[in-house]
Nanobody, 121 residues
Framework: QVQLVESGGGLVQPGGSLRLACAAS????????MAWYRQAPGNQRELVAR???????YYADSAKGRFTISRDGAKNTMYLQINNLKPEDTADYYC???????????????WGQGTQVTVSS
């Protein structure tokens, strides 16, 4: 069974940096895309950044300039580097992947459990 496990969240002061990681495990045939979403208290979950299997990336306007998404294909791991963190970045960050599990012949949507990021002095 495929699992997505996030790590790297925590409490950080404004202006600090964090590197989130998402490791996909299980019988994965292929990964079409991986993405980071976030959900702040009282808000809807929103897309932060996405990376496709060809390496192309997309960033939400709120993420441009301070967020960098990357991926290690050999490890099926995705990263999100966040610099100059601001209090409004406080949220639960979720990993998402569109991938084909070995037992299926079509891509499906998978989610991690989330990692909390709190930006506060």
């Amino acid at each position: 069974q495929v699992q997505l496990v996030e790590s790297g969240g925590g409490l950080v002061q404004p202006g600090g940096s964090l590197r989130l990681a998402c490791a996909a495990s299980g019988r994965i045939f292929s990964i079409k895309a991986m993405a980071w979403y976030r959900q702040a208290p009282g808000n809807q979950r929103e897309l932060v950044a996405r990376i496709l299997n060809d390496g192309s990336t997309y960033y939400a306007d709120s993420a441009k300039g301070r967020f960098t998404i990357s991926r290690d294909g050999a490890k099926n791991t995705m990263y999100l580097q966040i610099n100059n963190l601001k209090p409004e970045d406080t949220a639960d960050y979720y990993c998402n992947s569109v991938l084909t599990e070995a037992r299926y012949n079509y891509p499906r949507d998978y989610w991690g459990q989330g990692t909390q990021v709190t930006v506060s002095s």
